[in-house]
C-alpha cells in the first residue's frame, strides 16, 4: 500500500499524479502507458510519483476509489433535499451529459478491463461499487419514504441496480456512438419517466 499523505502538499501531487495518469490511461492504454510517461505529463520524476505510489496498479487503484468517493459524496448532497426526486429530474440532462463523456468512459472501460485480469483492482473496483449501491438503496429508501417498507423484499436494491444499469449503460454506449451527447436532449425526458418509476412508491 502507498504511504499516506501527510501533508495538503502531498495530497495536491496525488491528484496531480492522479489526473496525469488518467490522461495517459485514456490516451495509451494501462498497460502501454509507462510510469515516465505519467511522470512527465505530470510534470514531475519518476522518483517522485514512487514516493507517493508503489506502482501502476496503485495508481488505478487510487483512480478508482477517487471516483467512487465522488459519486458517494454527490449522494450525500441529494439525500440533503427536501425532495430528491425533483432535484433529480432538474439535473437529469448535466447527468445524461456526464455519462456520456467519451474520454471518461474510454478511461473507465479501460478500468473494468484490467480489473478482470487483476484481482487487486478487481477487489477496489467492487468495494468500491458495493458502496456505491448501498448509498443508491439509501437514496431510493429515502425518496420512496414510508412506502419503501411495504414494497417486496429485494425491490429497493433491483432499483437501484437498474438505476445503475441505466447511466453506466450510457457510458458504453458512447464509445460505441461517439455523438450520443448530442442526443442527451431526446433521452432527458425519457429518463426523466424513468426516474419518476424508481423513486416514486
Known amino acids: 500500500m502507498s504511504p499516506a499523505p501527510s501533508t495538503d502538499r502531498a495530497q495536491a501531487r496525488r491528484q496531480q499524479v492522479l489526473e496525469a495518469a ?19 505529463t505530470a510534470g514531475m520524476s ?21 471516483d467512487c468517493d465522488e459519486v458517494v459524496a454527490r449522494i450525500n448532497e441529494l439525500q440533503q433535499a427536501d425532495d430528491i426526486l425533483q432535484v433529480m429530474l432538474g439535473e437529469t440532462e448535466r447527468a445524461i451529459d456526464e455519462s456520456t463523456q467519451v474520454a471518461d468512459a474510454a478511461l473507465e472501460l479501460e478500468v473494468l478491463a484490467e480489473a478482470s485480469r487483476n484481482p487487486r483492482l478487481a477487489t477496489v473496483v467492487q468495494a468500491g461499487e458495493a458502496l456505491v449501491h448501498a448509498k443508491a438503496q439509501d437514496l ?18 433491483g432499483r437501484a441496480l437498474l438505476l445503475a444499469a441505466l447511466f453506466n449503460g450510457l457510458t458504453a454506449l458512447s464509445v460505441r456512438q461517439p455523438r450520443l451527447g448530442q442526443l442527451v436532449p431526446h433521452m432527458a425526458p425519457v429518463m426523466q419517466r424513468v426516474l419518476r418509476v424508481l423513486l416514486v412508491p
Do not use: T, W
Open 22 to 40: 488518467a490522461e495517459c490511461f485514456r490516451r495509451r492504454g494501462f498497460h502501454a502507458a509507462s510510469m515516465a510517461e505519467i511522470a512527465k
Open 140 to 157: 431510493i429508501r429515502q425518496s420512496l419514504g414510508p412506502a419503501a417498507d411495504q414494497l417486496p423484499p429485494g425491490e429497493v436494491q
Open 46 to 66: 519518476p522518483g517522485h510519483i514512487y514516493n507517493l505510489f508503489e506502482n501502476k496498479d496503485d495508481i488505478i487503484a487510487a483512480i478508482v476509489e477517487r
